[in-house]
């Protein structure tokens, strides 16, 4: 099948309508945005992957062109639905969307979104070369269809099972071998990320920018760090994280 090599920037580009929802067929990226103009990067990044762009100014815009182009992946930013997850989820469940969701929003709401329905979270305060970077990796898996037997979009995540480790990302609750460790809120937040990101290593200004971007500063990703492991050791995870050293933190279960 060839595959579409045209940046679409019109806000008035006529929606074709399906009866049926497949896999996605046509990489197509639907970025749900208040700035109608798409950063170079970005413009740059679409070009070379041979994707189709489609922008939309509201988030039942987006949603419904991410439906109707059968896009491999719907880029949306929270403000469009007023940092709203449940409201959110409303969206992705009338659309049943066949591709994978990519959210943009303060790190405050990602625990919810990702509950309610996103695959993915990033930081607004994150660079594009991070944006980029998730959004290549969910049309990397998009060739696996996201759609259960019944039609409807998967049930949300509300829960990281890591070995040992629990995380309920609703009670804001960590279990290790099934007992509860009391962790502050920050801890909590780093923790989340790297579990999150487990595949590869995070930098110490990713967390501060990412993770604790409510909680602190340059100096409290380490801080947190410290104590997020002696936590982890005391509960009898010795060495769940680890350093490389002049690169950064990742999650070893």
């Known amino acids: 099948m060839l595959v579409e090599s045209v940046l679409v920037r019109s806000m008035g580009v006529e929606q074709q309508r399906f009866s049926q929802r497949a896999a996605p067929s046509v990489r197509t990226v639907v970025r749900g945005t208040l700035a109608r103009a798409l950063p170079q990067e970005l413009v740059t990044w679409a070009g ?3 994707l189709r762009v489609v922008t939309r100014a509201s988030a039942h815009t987006a949603v419904a062109a991410a439906r109707d182009t059968n896009a491999a992946l719907l880029i949306l930013d929270t403000e469009l639905v007023d940092h709203d997850a449940g ?4 969206l992705l ?3 049943q969307l066949t591709g994978a969701v990519l959210c ?3 790190t405050e709401h990602r625990a919810a979104f990702l509950c309610h329905g996103a695959d993915v979270f990033v930081s607004s305060r994150a660079g594009l070369s991070e944006l980029v970077a998730q959004a290549t990796r ?5 060739k696996t269809p996201l759609l259960a037997d019944s039609g409807l979009r998967r049930p949300a995540r509300t829960v990281l099972e890591l070995g040992p480790l629990t995380i309920d990302l609703i009670q804001r609750r960590v279990f290790v071998h099934r007992e509860r460790v009391a962790l502050r809120p920050a801890e909590f937040e780093v923790l989340v990320y790297l579990a999150l990101n487990r595949d590869r290593v995070v930098s110490a200004p990713e967390i501060v920018r990412d993770a604790l971007g409510t909680f602190g500063d340059g100096s409290s990703a380490r801080n947190q760090l410290f104590e997020l492991r002696r936590k982890l050791r005391d509960a009898g995870l010795d060495a ?6 002049g690169r950064g933190y990742r999650l070893v279960l």
């Open 48 to 50: 070379r992957e041979s």
């Open 87 to 90: 409201r959110f989820e409303t």
């Open 93 to 95: 469940m009338k659309a």
């Open 104 to 106: 943009l929003g303060g």
């Open 138 to 142: 969910l049309l990397d898996a998009a």
């Open 240 to 245: 769940a994280i680890a350093t490389e050293r």
